[in-house]
Every structure is written in C-alpha cells, then in structure tokens.
T-cell receptor
C-alpha cells in the first residue's frame, strides 16, 4: 500500500540526548514536511523540503535538524539544543507545496525525561 | 502567506448541520482554500479544497463567496465521530510556499 510511515510511534529519551525520528513515503512525492504539535495546540512547521538535497526552515527550526538524501526519506533529529522537546511530531508529504493535498503519517510521540 | 482566523471551538448535536467559517482577508489571487480534519493522536486528513463558489464531495461542502475573503466548511448531519479539530489553510502551488496550519476549530458533537 502507498503511504507515509513514521516510526516509532512512541519514543522515550533522556534529557541531553539527540534522537532521530524516521519518516518514509512511497507516494513518489517531492515535498515533505515536519510539524510539532503540543497538547491542545495546532501544528507548527519545523522544516520542509521541496526536493531532494534541499530543505528550508519553518517557524520553529531551532534545536532541530533534517536531511533529504533520498526522495522517500526525511528524518528529523531532535538535538539537545531543543529546550522543550516533549511533543507529538507529525511528518507529511505532498506532490508539491501550497495547494497540493498533504498526506500525514500517524505521528511519533516523543517524551524526554 | 495568507493568515487564517477560525473560531477556537464549536459545539453541536448529532444530526445537525455544522458550518465552520474561516476568515482569510489577505488571500492572494492564486491561493486555494483547503480544509483538514484531525482526530486526537493522529495526523490531519484532507477533507476538501476549493478556489471559488461551491465545492461538494461525499464528506462536506465548501462555500466561498465572490470576494474569497472567507470560506465556510459545511458538515451535513454530523455524528459523534465527527468530533475533531478542523483546520483551514490558504496557499498556492508555487515554489517556496509552505504548508502552514493555524490553531484550528475544535468541534464537539454531543449525543
């Protein structure tokens, strides 16, 4: 089946450790996105990528890093510089940007203790 | 990017029609209007998209007035399973344009 997959669903890390969240899509989409969602809040854009080997910062990129070495993969690293990393992280992909329909993964809930 | 404004929350009862309005006063000529639905602990799901007038699919209708400065998502005969957060997005398919979500409208459907 075609889709977008995030793993793992739940992730626990100790404070001060870097952690990488996986996002894979087999939809042949050019654009991919990472969002952060805090309880009761909307989605905030962390990074997005319109094409392989290119990505741009979103509204809250500080403390995060990404790579886009392959079209189907867009991993997000939450670094120790992120002051409040505990959140629900969502990955999405679309054919392009703007008005193209976006498809979301099921999310990764990261808890840092 | 066009900024959107939606009510924070709405309540309804099963079987009623629900209309959620989104304001986007600075919408650009080539912007489309898109609505997503999100259930707790899940990723948002595309509902409907339009440019002008009216669009209808099996899930909802989208009404856009001539000036396009607002839009209304209409959910006919809601059920408890329609309880979710609904997001209105405005944007166009142009290089460099991000997919930006606002705070959304939290719809609570009561029995």
């Amino acid at each position: 089946d075609g889709g977008i997959t995030q793993s793992p669903k739940y992730l626990f890390r100790k404070e001060g450790q870097n952690v990488t969240l996986s996002c894979e899509q087999n939809l042949n989409h050019d654009a991919m996105y990472w969002y952060r969602q805090d309880p009761g809040q909307g989605l905030r854009l962390i990074y997005y990528s319109q094409i392989v080997n290119d990505f741009q910062k979103g509204d809250i990129a500080e403390g995060y890093s990404v790579s886009r070495e392959k079209k189907e993969s867009f991993p997000l690293t939450v670094t120790s510089a992120q002051k409040n990393p505990t959140a629900f992280y969502l990955c999405a992909s679309s054919i392009g940007t703007g008005n193209a329909e976006a498809f979301f993964g099921q999310g990764t809930r990261l808890t840092v203790v | 990017l066009a900024k959107t404004t939606q009510p924070i929350s709405m309540d309804s009862y099963e079987g009623q029609e629900v209309n959620i309005t989104c304001s986007h006063n600075n919408i650009a000529t080539n912007d489309y209007i898109t609505w997503y639905q999100q259930f707790p602990s899940q990723g948002p799901r595309f509902i409907i998209q339009g440019y002008k007038t009216k669009v209808t699919n099996e899930v909802a209708s989208l009404f856009i007035p001539a000036d396009r400065k607002s839009s209304t998502l209409s959910l006919p005969r809601v059920s408890l399973s329609d309880t979710a957060v609904y997001y209105c997005l405005v944007g166009h398919n142009n290089a460099g344009n991000m997919l930006t979500f606002g705070g959304g409208t939290r719809l609570m459907v009561k029995p």
